[in-house]
């Protein structure tokens, strides 16, 4: 069983930043996919980035490209999510997940494990 415990969420202004980690129990961290997902009240939750198991491969949806970064350090067990330029339509409850795959994905259903999520607030 892997836990997730995100972290770094809060309120910040438009255009602001905001980094989000994401840390992760268990030895193989680098088989694990991870991704990131948010919900804003009263919506799905959506695909915002995944990276890879080795970190090779990242991939965004299209309102976060070029603004949002994905990373992750295995030898800390964490997967980190780098916001600039924050607009008020990112405010949602964003989630980590871990994948059983080193292999990234961006449906929500191929994710394993959950953390609790992390509240971040964007105003105009």
């Known amino acids: 069983q892997v836990q997730l415990v995100e972290s770094g969420g809060g309120s910040v202004q438009a255009g602001g930043s905001l980094r989000l980690s994401c840390a992760a129990s268990?030895?193989?961290?680098?088989?694990?996919?991870m991704g990131w997902f948010r919900q804003a009240l009263g919506k799905e939750r959506e695909f915002v980035t995944a990276?890879?198991?080795?970190?090779?491969?990242?991939y965004y949806t299209d309102s976060v490209k070029g603004r949002f970064t994905v990373s992750r350090d295995n030898a800390k067990n964490t997967v980190y999510l780098q916001m600039l330029s924050l607009q008020p339509e990112d405010t949602a409850v964003y989630y980590c997940?871990?994948?059983?795959?080193?292999?990234?994905?961006?449906?929500?259903?191929?994710?394993?494990?959950w953390g609790q999520g992390t509240q971040v607030t964007v105003s105009s």
């Open positions: 997940a871990g994948r059983r795959w080193a292999t990234a994905s961006s449906r929500r259903a191929e994710y394993d494990y």
């Open positions: 268990g030895r193989t961290f680098s088989n694990y996919a």
């Open positions: 990276i890879s198991g080795s970190g090779g491969r990242t």
